[in-house]
T-cell receptor, first 113, second 113 residues
Framework: ETGVTQTPRHLVMGMTNKKSLKCEQHLGHNAMYWYKQSAKKPLELMFVYNFKEQTENNSVPSRFSPECPNSSHLFLHLHTLQPEDSALYLC????????????FGPGTRLLVL | KQEVTQIPAALSVPEGENLVLNCSFTDSAIYNLQWFRQDPGKGLTSLLLIQSSQREQTSGRLNASLDKSSGRSTLYIAASQPGDSATYLC????????????FGGGTRVLVKP
C-alpha cells in the first residue's frame, strides 16, 4: 500500500464513450503525475501537476484531458479513444517535483474496443 | 533526447543466486536515477534512489551503483528468493523543470525455487 489509490482498477470502453480515471493520494504530496504503460513499450510520462498547476504535457493527444482540482486528487478524462490507447494508466505523486521519490498507485487497466 | 536501456530484457536464476541488473542512459546530465519493482498488473514500488552526486545506495539485500560518466547503473540483489520475481525498472530524472522520469523497458526476473 503506497498511499496512492486509483479507481477504477479495470475499465472497458467503446471508442465513442466518455469515461474518467481517478487518482487520490493520502501522502500530503504536492506533485502528481499520469503515466501510460503499453505492452512492449517503456513507461511514458503523460502529465505533471505541481500545486494543482500543470507543468508538463508530454505531447499527449487532446482525447486525454487531465484535471487536478486540488493537490490530493487527479483525474484523467477520456473521450473518443482509439484501440491503441489500451494500456495500464498509472498515477504517481511526490512531495515536490524534482529529485524526490515518486509513489505509484496500482493503475487502471484500460481496454478500448 | 535521453534514452534508457535495460539489458537483459528477461532473466531466470535459481534461488540463492545473486542477481545483476543493468541500466544504461545516453545523457549523463541526470538529476538522479531510481530503481523500481513492478509485480504483474500492478503499480511500481520504489526500491532505491541515487542522487547524481552519489556512487551507490544500499537497502537490505539490494545495492545499486551509479557511474554517471559512463552512463550506467547496476542493481545487485544478493541471495535471490522466489519473492524477488518481478519486473525491475530503472528511470533517470533529467536536469529540467519538473520531475520528468525517463524509464527503461525493464528486466523481467524469475527466481526459481
Amino acid at each position: 500500500e503506497t498511499g496512492v489509490t486509483q479507481t477504477p482498477r479495470h475499465l472497458v470502453m467503446g471508442m465513442t464513450n466518455k469515461k474518467s480515471l481517478k487518482c487520490e493520494q493520502h501522502l500530503g504530496h504536492n506533485a502528481m503525475y499520469w503515466y501510460k504503460q503499453s505492452a512492449k513499450k517503456p513507461l511514458e510520462l503523460m502529465f505533471v501537476y505541481n500545486f494543482k498547476e500543470q507543468t508538463e504535457n508530454n505531447s499527449v493527444p487532446s482525447r486525454f484531458s487531465p484535471e487536478c482540482p486540488n493537490s490530493s486528487h487527479l483525474f484523467l478524462h477520456l473521450h473518443t479513444l482509439q484501440p491503441e490507447d489500451s494500456a495500464l494508466y498509472l498515477c504517481a505523486s511526490s512531495r515536490n517535483p524534482g529529485g524526490e521519490t515518486q509513489y505509484f498507485g496500482p493503475g487502471t487497466r484500460l481496454l478500448v474496443l | 533526447k535521453q534514452e534508457v536501456t535495460q539489458i537483459p530484457a528477461a532473466l531466470s536464476v535459481p534461488e540463492g543466486e545473486n542477481l545483476v541488473l543493468n541500466c544504461s542512459f545516453t545523457d549523463s546530465a541526470i538529476y538522479n536515477l531510481q530503481w523500481f519493482r513492478q509485480d504483474p498488473g500492478k503499480g511500481l514500488t520504489s526500491l532505491l534512489l541515487i542522487q547524481s552526486s552519489q556512487r551507490e545506495q544500499t537497502s537490505g539485500r539490494l545495492n545499486a551503483s551509479l557511474d554517471k560518466s559512463s552512463g550506467r547503473s547496476t542493481l545487485y540483489i544478493a541471495a535471490s528468493q522466489p519473492g524477488d520475481s518481478a519486473t525491475y525498472l530503472c528511470a533517470v530524472e533529467i536536469k529540467a523543470a519538473g520531475n520528468k522520469l525517463t524509464f527503461g523497458g525493464g528486466t523481467r526476473v524469475l527466481v526459481k525455487p
